[in-house]
T-cell receptor, first 111, second 113 residues
Framework: GNSVTQMEGPVTLSEEAFLTINCTYT??????LFWYVQYPGEGLQLLLK?????DKGSNKGFEATYRKETTSFHLEKGSVQVSDSAVYFC??????????FGKGTMLLVSP | DAGVIQSPRHEVTEMGQEVTLRCKPI?????LFWYRQTMMRGLELLIY????????DSGMPEDRFSAKMPNASFSTLKIQPSEPRDSAVYFC???????????FGSGTRLTVV
């Protein structure tokens, strides 16, 4: 079956540091890949997506590249802000209507 | 559109009581999903509907849990009787059959004491 594995958190960074959150997946076929973000007290929001190998999704300074050879979709940002503190979820869809989510990685950014 | 609306935002109840969580999806969305979020298990899909019909309820943990969608603008998730291990945040989401079109509500934080 499908599964998504994310690095455990929390990830603690100082403002303006470089961010990487690792995500690997197992899926049948050629899934679409997503990153969702959950701010405190809110539901999940779509951050970025990629639908085929070598695609790069980007939004709000965040980027992730769909790597089929390593089955990975790592999230990166060059300079994080305090306002980026949230929980980040990697997810995949392999042709059905439902998403398979990872367990989430908490990011804490200090001034 | 006001987005996906869930009520109540917080619910505290005693073990053994019936709990009903409510969700109003975005108008026009034909898929509705119920998720449960806990620290231990992360985000779990409980059940989802397409055009008001339950499609997959394999994630519903026990017979104590039931969900209905009587019309396109309303769904309920009921727990009867509730137990302390049901304490979690329950999210409703809706979409137009596009995974990136998922819109989540703000969730209901349930505490069973």
């Amino acid at each position: 079956g499908n599964s998504v594995t994310q690095m455990e958190g929390p990830v603690t960074l100082s403002e303006e540091a470089f961010l990487t959150i690792n995500c690997t997946y197992t899926a049948t076929g050629y899934p679409s890949l997503f990153w969702y973000v959950q701010y405190p007290g809110e539901g999940l929001q779509l951050l970025l997506k990629a639908t085929k190998a070598d695609d790069k999704g980007s939004n709000k300074g965040f980027e992730a590249t769909y790597r089929k050879e390593t089955t990975s979709f790592h999230l990166e940002k060059g300079s994080v802000q305090v306002s980026d503190s949230a929980v980040y979820f990697c997810a995949l869809n392999s042709g059905y209507s439902t998403l398979t989510f990872g367990k989430g990685t908490m990011l804490l950014v200090s001034p | 559109d006001a987005g996906v609306i869930q009520s109540p935002r917080h619910e505290v109840t005693e073990m053994g009581q019936e709990v009903t969580l409510r969700c109003k999806p975005i108008s026009g969305h034909d898929y509705l999903f119920w998720y449960r979020q806990t620290m231990m298990r992360g985000l779990e899909l409980l059940i989802y509907f397409n055009n008001n019909v339950p499609i997959d309820d394999s994630g519903m943990p026990e017979d104590r849990f039931s969900a209905k969608m009587p019309n396109a603008s309303f769904s309920t998730l009921k727990i009867q009787p509730s137990e302390p291990r049901d304490s979690a945040v329950y999210f409703c989401a809706s979409s137009l059959n596009q995974p990136d079109g998922y819109t989540f509500g703000s969730g209901t934080r349930l505490t069973v004491v």
